[in-house]
């Protein structure tokens, strides 16, 4: 069965502190996996996607990603958090090949803490 | 430029009645989806076009949901003898194309309450 888990629904981290948000998958055929963060009162916005090659992907605001085909895993990571950094963050899968499908996780919420 | 629109931001309506939600995407982005999101929970997929068809519409939950994008730009989620279970967020998001490796751009939303 497709799935995304993301086992942490918040994650608290100091300000300049580095930061991981956790993402595992399962599905069939090649994995497209996505970073989409939510900011209060605004739509969700892409971070960042892994497709193919390398399996660290760099995005937006000076986030990465991690793509672990091994552990099925595709954390999000920052060297060093900012308080604006505070957000929900969600993590999707497309699904099997041969569909549109799109999974997302149940996110998970960033505080960085001044 | 402009990103995706949603109309209404909020919709009230009582249970049994019909809505249609309405969907403005970025323009020259074939693909577009519709997505429910419940307080707590990630976006759940409902349904993707590319272009004027539905390409995979999977995620509907009944026959009470449907969705139409006829001349491959405004799409309308339509939802018919609504229930108290229907209230949620629905989100719309387009891409430049159907492939999947394309990121999704999302709009703000229709906050839909069932009373």
């Known amino acids: 069965a497709q799935s995304v888990a993301q086992p942490e629904d918040q994650v608290n981290v100091a300000e300049g502190n580095p930061l991981t948000v956790k993402c595992t998958y399962s599905?069939?055929?090649?994995?497209?996996l996505f970073w989409y963060v939510q900011y209060p009162n605004r739509g969700l916005q892409f971070l960042l996607k892994?497709?193919?090659?390398?399996?660290l992907v760099k995005g937006s605001y000076g986030f990465e990603a991690e793509f672990n085909k091994s552990q099925t895993s595709f954390h999000l990571k920052k060297p060093s958090a900012l308080v604006s950094d505070s957000a929900l963050y969600f993590c999707?899968?497309?699904?099997?090949?041969?569909?549109?499908?799109?999974?997302f996780g149940t996110g998970t919420r960033l505080k960085v803490l001044a | 430029g402009a990103g995706v629109s949603q109309t209404p931001s909020n919709k009230v309506t009582e249970k049994g009645k019909y809505v249609e939600l309405r969907c403005d995407p970025i323009?020259?982005?074939?693909?577009l989806y519709w997505y429910r999101q419940s307080l707590g929970q990630g976006p759940e997929f409902l349904i993707y076009?590319?272009?004027?068809?539905?390409?995979?519409d999977s995620g509907l939950p009944n026959d009470r949901f449907f969705a139409v994008r006829p001349e491959g730009s405004v799409s309308t989620l339509k939802i018919q003898r609504t229930e108290r279970g229907d209230s949620a967020v629905y989100l719309c998001?387009?891409?430049?194309?159907?492939?999947?490796?394309?990121?999704?751009?999302f709009g703000p939303g229709t906050r839909l309450t069932v009373t």
């Open positions: 998001a387009s891409s430049l194309r159907g492939d999947s490796t394309y990121e999704q751009y």
């Open positions: 999707a899968v497309r699904g099997d090949s041969g569909t549109y499908k799109y999974i």
């Open positions: 892994y497709i193919t090659g390398d399996n």
């Open positions: 323009s020259g982005h074939t693909a």
């Open positions: 076009f590319q272009g004027t068809g539905a390409a995979d």
């Open positions: 599905v069939s055929g090649n994995p497209y």
